[in-house]
């Protein structure tokens, strides 16, 4: 990905521009000088707003790693940085969905109590080797289901381990959970502004941090199936890989699986498998403003929140990119020699599916 170097005048045009296209919102920051905890960035801000059709509100974490942080990234093996955000209470708000800019990221959605909300939105960084010292977000959006005993978003960061299991989640490592930043409903709705000055601060770190960049060796980059696509050809061979197993199942067995398109769909065209399939969840394609490619996922699968992600003005909208559900043998077969689709992994005990939207994007 490329790398870019915002100003400090740049950063408080954005910033003041934020600000000024909501009617409140409420902002703080983080910085970490310690490369013990590498996977927190060294510098970051963590933003929320009502917008224009509360109750939902965005809470936005931007955020960049200095030159060692990225050497110590670079360097990790089966280690990958993960982010989320909270509702604090479990009751207060409930994750609709979420965006980001960082390369190859999975999402998770937590509902801890039950209650059918997602009370956690979480991302993790799967090509954490190709991360620059440039500005990374992650936006989340939530709906706002009760204001009552002051409720607050609260942020972190830590490092995951990869799914033990197929169609698992990424797993914490324990004792790796840093606290970034939190934001309560009080400061969104008054319109807060805390260490406002960081910007500043911390430009000049940020300029040496891009200035001295060293790239580890590709030797530190750990062999697993995914993560070695790295050509057209290898993602060619892994999809007839994966089309067999697909093709060897029995007809009659469900399975978990994940199907990625040719390239990115209109909604319309998502009601075509949507008829046809169970969606569980979802990935999709846009370009920031900056013309950075951004990620969006959700596990709310209805058309008033697809509508939402699809208009969303963070991002200009390209398409929908996998599909995530469960569904026989005999159904997803029908879908190997569709034009719309490039792959349809399914989750057997020897393989977990992947997701290639963002290789497709990037390889093909």
């Known amino acids: 990905m490329k790398k870019s170097l915002l100003t400090t005048f740049g950063l408080s045009v954005i910033f003041t521009a934020c600000l000024a296209s909501t009617s409140s919102a409420a902002y ?128 972190y960061s830590c490092v995951s381990d990869q799914p033990f299991y197929p169609g698992g989640d990424y797993n914490t490592v324990y004792g790796t959970s840093e606290f970034l930043a939190q934001l309560y409903w009080s400061d969104i709705n008054i319109g807060y502004v805390s260490a406002s000055d960081a910007f500043a601060q911390n430009a000049d770190s940020r300029q040496a941090s891009n200035e001295t960049l060293r790239v580890a060796d590709d030797t530190s980059k750990v062999d697993h199936e995914y993560e070695i696509l790295k050509s057209n050809t290898e993602l060619q061979n892994y999809k007839m890989k994966v089309h067999q197993v697909l093709s060897n199942a029995n007809d009659e067995q469900s399975f978990d699986y994940i199907m990625t398109f040719n390239k990115p769909i209109s909604l319309e065209k998502l009601r075509k498998f949507m008829n046809h399939l169970e969606v569980g969840e979802l990935y999709a394609h846009g370009k920031n403003e900056t013309g950075d490619l951004v990620t969006i996922g959700t596990n709310k699968i209805n058309f008033t929140i697809l509508n939402q992600l699809v208009t969303d003005d963070s991002y200009q909208f390209n398409g929908f990119t996998e599909i995530e559900g469960t569904a026989s043998a005999k159904e997803l077969k029908k879908y190997l020699n569709d034009d719309d689709v490039f792959s349809v992994e399914i989750a057997t005990e020897h393989l977990r599916p992947k997701g290639l939207g963002w290789k497709v994007a990037t390889l093909k």
């Open 28 to 155: 703080t920051s983080w910085s970490n000088n310690t490369d013990f905890t590498y996977w927190k960035p060294y510098w970051g801000s963590f933003v929320a707003n009502k917008d224009a059709t509360y109750p939902r509100i965005n809470a936005s974490l931007s955020f960049y790693w200095n030159s060692t942080q990225v050497q110590k990234l670079k360097q990790s093996i089966s280690r990958y940085p993960t982010f989320d955000v909270r509702d604090h209470s479990q009751s207060s708000f409930s994750g609709t969905y979420i965006s980001s800019t960082l390369p190859d990221p999975k999402y998770d959605y937590e509902d801890d109590n039950g209650d059918g909300r997602n009370e956690e939105l979480e991302v993790v960084l799967r090509d954490h080797w190709s991360v620059t010292t440039q500005n990374y977000s992650v936006q989340t959006v939530w709906a706002v289901n009760n204001t009552l005993n002051s409720p607050k978003l609260t942020s």
